[in-house]
């Protein structure tokens, strides 16, 4: 589930879609980057907050320690997944 931006929160079709494809036991795994994790989240019962001020940083570099590869990423998060909602 790919990544974009706002709140997951408006996407209450694609967070249906989750809980169908979660729910069955033979569907393929799923991976969430960014707002598709949130969404993912909302969709196994997680809540969603808004950041105050949200992760607004531009191209920041990473270093693959493993092929000291480096590679630039955007940061641009306005939504969080609540860490304590999330199941045990």
Do not use: E, F
């Not at 997951?8 to 494809?21: S, T, V």
């Not at 909302?42 to 949200?54: D, E, F, P």
């Amino acid at each position: 589930v790919s990544t974009g931006p706002g709140n997951p929160a408006q996407h209450p079709k694609m967070i249906a879609w989750i809980k169908d494809h979660v729910s069955d036991l033979n569907s393929k795994p799923l991976l969430g980057l960014g707002l598709g994790c949130q969404i993912m989240a909302l969709a196994i019962g997680c809540t969603v907050q808004r950041l105050h001020l949200g992760q607004r940083g531009t191209n920041q570099p990473v270093l693959d320690l493993r092929t000291h590869n480096c590679m630039t990423t955007t940061q641009n998060y306005g939504y969080a997944v609540d860490s304590s909602s999330l199941p045990k």
